[in-house]
């Protein structure tokens, strides 16, 4: 088993510690000069590994990026088909309407016709219960008129 320095188990680079430069100033030099030389200084380069989590946290901005513009167009995409099928079927029903409309109005038409001949029926039915006697006395009457019109008959005849 491996022991690891108190750094490197904390996560820090194992990297050593910059060298002193060549000149070893005194003590109050070195206190002054090293505060001037931090503030003149560019920063401290990142260490490796916060590098690579800053290149890992930006690929994986770019694809949040990818991601949120793949979603707007595909709502996008979603909100016109909903709409051509929202008017769509609002024509459709609208049209429908019409057709219903226009049925109940044929279909009323039709019922009102055919009670009219119902009726006319009807009333025809009643006329004819009368023309049964009618019919009795044209039956009486046609045997007399051939009984008279044979009677005639022979008294033209005569010798």
Same mark, same amino acid.
Not at 86 to 92: D, L, P
Not at 101 to 105: A, D, H, I, T
Not at 115 to 118: L, R, T, V
């Given at each position: 088993m491996e022991v690891m320095e108190p750094a !490197?188990?904390?996560g820090e680079s194992p990297d050593p510690p910059p060298s002193p430069p060549p000149e070893e100033p005194s003590p109050e030099d070195t206190y002054s000069s090293s505060a001037s030389a931090r503030a003149a200084q560019?920063? $401290?380069p990142e260490p490796p590994a916060a590098?690579?989590?800053?290149a890992a946290m930006q690929a994986v901005e770019r694809d949040a990026a990818a991601i949120a513009e793949s979603y707007a167009s595909l709502f996008a995409s979603l909100r016109v088909a909903l709409s051509n099928v !929202?008017? !769509?079927? $609002?024509?459709?029903i609208e049209?429908?309407?019409d057709v219903v409309?226009?049925?109940?109005?044929s279909a009323l038409e039709a019922s009102s016709k055919g009670?009219?001949? =119902?009726n006319s029926c009807l009333r025809l039915n009643e006329e004819m219960r009368g023309m049964e006697s009618?019919?009795?006395?044209?039956? =009486?009457l046609r045997k007399n008129v051939d009984s008279l019109d044979l009677a005639v008959n022979q008294l033209l005849r005569l010798p």
């Open positions: !490197t188990a904390a560019a920063p $401290a590098r690579e989590v800053a !929202t008017s !769509t079927s $609002a024509e459709n049209c429908l309407g409309g226009r049925l109940q109005e009670n009219k001949y =119902i009618l019919a009795m006395q044209l039956k =009486i």
